[in-house]
Structure formats: C-alpha cells, structure tokens
C-alpha cells in the first residue's frame, strides 16, 4: 500500500472482525479539490478504507503467507459523505477465508449514521519476499503509523 486510508484499528478479532478509523482532515489534499468550497471525501477513498480494514484482517488470518489483493467489489452502495471533522468507523467482516482469497464484508459510518457498504473479494497471490520480510516489512509500517495501537472497549476503562 502506497497510502493508508485508515488511521488505528480500535478492535481486532483474530480472522472474523476488525473495527479501525480513519479521521478526515483539511490537512489531507484531496479535499481541497473535492469539492472546492464543500470539501467532501471521495468515495474512492472510502472504498479503499474499507478494503484496507477488510484486507488487513484477511491477510492476518492467513497469517501474511500470502499477498493478499482486492479482485473485484460485487456490491457498493453509498448512504452518505465525509467530511473534514468526521471520524469514519470502517467495520470489517470475513464471510469466507481459504488459501487462494476470500470474501470481507465492510461498512462505514460516522457515528450512528451509515455512509457506505461493500463486499469485496479478495485475492491470494504468492509472495515474491520471504514470509518473515512481507511480516516485518508490514509490521513497521503498521507501528510508524501507530495503527495497531488499539483503543479501550467502548464500556471500558481508558
């Protein structure tokens, strides 16, 4: 992944769901452009949020011994925008994992409002490093941007 279009993940269930957050800021660029004076983030995006919560929990499943990459989204439907301020709360699902790919289901919301759904079916491609550098090339990444940093229950203690 070139960019992250999540921020943190803030629950994690080993192969069978994944909560993480992405915060929509002016300080990203693409909202300066879209749309200029109503700054709204591209649905694009927020698919690829989706995608990235719904991969991220598939490919820890498989334990990473796979490249795993987003092959189609069957199903897309949008309810709603994003916008600088909003804190989006992508949802992920694993219908079905195997060792060639799998199905996550993901949604998105900001609060208690539904602003986008999808389906994606993931890929399983052989990976071309080892899998300890795949694992420790990830693993980094992840930390510098503090994702795997997990927030408390919501009925929990800070």
Known sequence: MRWFWIDRFVEFNRGE????????????????????????????????GMAQTGGILLAEKLNFESLVVMAKIPKAVFHSWACPGDTLVYDAKILDAREDGGIVECTARIGERPVAEAEYVFACLPNSQSKTACQENFLKTMQLLGAGDVGPAAAGPN
């Open 17 to 48: 769901t994944a909560r993480a957050i992405k915060n929509v800021t002016l300080a990203e660029d693409h909202l300066h452009d879209h749309f200029p004076g109503y700054p709204v983030m591209p649905c694009s995006l927020i698919i690829e």
